[in-house]
């Protein structure tokens, strides 16, 4: 039986949603806000999460980010009433796994669920054959996920070789997404400490009451809930390697006490006064410039001189464009791996495309794109017409035919030919959410001669959820029957 999450503000909402997945049997949780979510998961993580998209305080978007720094392979599925292309498309590009649009059919949700499911088994299953295998196939497989041949990459490359070979402390810094913990990964693995644990835990993701926990462990009956005794990552890490990744983010309490590790190498668990001596090698990433949390008090910089012995800076991908087109391939072939499919391959416009795209979200873009072309294309080949509504360069000018588009590149409508909305959109001088929506999807599949899969594809929703959209308008005498 298979747990899934549901968070929502709104009671009702809530109670239906889990209803409906507990009668196709799965064992379903609450949570009525994003924070009582994330306490839930940080207990005892879900198979998969489905959350509201509007809510107060955390919204669903900012919630999805959270998770994924807790757990990146944990699949989150996003609902909500504000069915707009822009936020499907912001959702997909953060990590959703899927989205559905309110209102859904009990049937449509299940089907969401039970591919969710399934998706984190498989990623779970990987993971277990993954740490079964030898050290020396996993330093290899490490050091292969360091895409690139370039000039930049070969230099950051000779540094992390030569950083392995030291036991020092390392501070990562670099923008999200440009490969901060494979270059940790890539540092342990050559290092002599390769056949020891590595360990990585998200500063950000956790209260300092959890991360401390997390960190340093605690005895038996220490606070309320800790009905047994549980060791932290510095012990289960020693003798390897702990990743602290976004250091940035860790309070003033938790500062403390992490220099006190990295000077003593010793700490307590919390509800003890027992000292612990540990041999780990700590490395810590941060998107953050340290020296400015320094001046701006939020930052210790005497833990700043600790953690900064041997700094390395991941360059963003539009400094190593070079190294684009081996990046494109080691992800399109990977899909093609998990999938059981064959490698597929860019048009030369996709690859013009792509290389003209300045990248804000770096590497871990190019994979998320890769990654969803390549299930989302039919045939062998990858067209620029898929991939152009997922790139977000305002500074691009790209000629994309007639219509009106946003900072992200997605179209909202065909204009008329001054540039105003169109009459049908107008009611009182007012246009709804629901006006837009719908007249995009309208123009997309004039674009695509109505073809329901690639227009499905070109907007990022499900080609169910555009047929159940496209019968609510037909029923409202809305759209012809025709479309």
């Known amino acids: 039986m298979s747990k899934v999450l549901v ?20 064992a379903v949780a609450v949570a009525a806000d994003a924070q009582a979510a994330l306490h839930r998961i940080a207990e ?15 919204t669903g978007l900012e919630l999805l980010g959270e998770i994924r720094r807790l757990d990146e392979q944990l699949p989150v599925i996003l609902m909500t009433a504000f069915g707009t292309v822009e936020t499907a498309v ?20 299940a089907i969401a669920v039970d591919r969710a499911v399934e998706h984190g088994r498989l990623l779970r ?27 930049v990459m070969a230099v ?24 901060k913990e494979i270059a940790a990964r890539f540092i342990h693995a050559r290092s002599p400490r390769a056949a020891a644990p590595f360990l990585a835990i998200n500063c ?16 038996k009956g220490a606070f309320t809930g800790a009905d047994k005794l549980r060791k932290g990552r510095f012990e289960l890490a020693d003798g390897g390697t702990l990743l602290l990744d976004e250091i940035s983010e860790v309070g003033p309490e938790i500062q403390a006490k992490l220099l006190r590790v990295l000077q003593e190498r010793c700490f307590e668990r919390v509800g003890s006064s027992a000292s612990r001596a540990v041999d780990v090698r700590v490395i810590a990433t941060t998107n953050r410039d340290l020296r400015r949390e320094v001046d701006a008090g939020r930052f210790r910089e005497d833990l700043l001189f600790r953690l900064n012995v041997l700094p390395v800076n991941m360059p963003p991908l539009r400094e190593r464009m070079e190294d684009a087109p081996a990046l494109v391939q ?98 009182d001088g007012t246009v709804t959410l629901e006006d837009i929506e719908r007249e995009a999807i309208l123009a997309t599949l004039r674009r695509h001669n109505g073809h329901r899969q690639r227009s499905a594809a070109a907007l990022g929703i499900g080609v169910r959820t555009l047929g159940l959209k496209l019968k609510k308008w037909k029923e409202a005498a809305i759209v012809a029957p025709t479309v």
């Open 204 to 219: 950000a993701a956790l209260s300092t009451s959890l991360l401390e926990s997390e960190l340093f462990g605690h005895e």
């Open 44 to 58: 005892r993580s879900p198979d998969a999460v489905i959350t509201d998209l509007q809510m107060p305080g955390m």
């Open 330 to 427: 080691h992800f399109l072939g990977a899909v093609a791996a998990r999938e059981g499919k064959p490698v597929k391959s860019l048009s030369p416009e996709a690859a013009d495309r792509l290389a003209r795209y300045r990248w804000p979200g770096n590497v871990r873009e190019l994979q998320n794109i890769c990654e969803r072309a390549a299930v989302l294309t039919a045939g062998p080949v990858i067209e620029a017409a898929l991939i152009e509504p997922w790139l977000n360069d305002p500074d691009l000018p790209c000629d994309t035919g007639s219509g009106s588009f946003r900072a992200d590149g997605e179209r909202l409508l065909d204009p008329d030919a001054d540039g105003s909305i169109p009459n049908d959109l107008v009611c």
């Open 156 to 179: 950051l490359k000779e540094r992390l070789n030569r950083i392995a070979d030291s036991h020092g402390t390392v501070l990562i810094c670099g923008e999200s997404g440009t490969g």
């Open 7 to 26: 968070v929502d503000d709104k009671e009702l909402m809530r109670d239906s949603v889990a209803t409906t997945l507990s009668r196709r049997g799965h």
């Open 125 to 151: 299953e990987n993971q277990i054959l993954r740490a079964d295998a030898p050290a020396a196939s996993q330093g290899d497989a490490v050091v292969r996920t360091m895409v690139g041949e370039g000039r």
């Open 90 to 109: 912001s959702a997909m590009k953060q990590g959703a796994f899927d989205y559905v649009t309110k209102p859904f059919s009990g049937d449509e949700l």
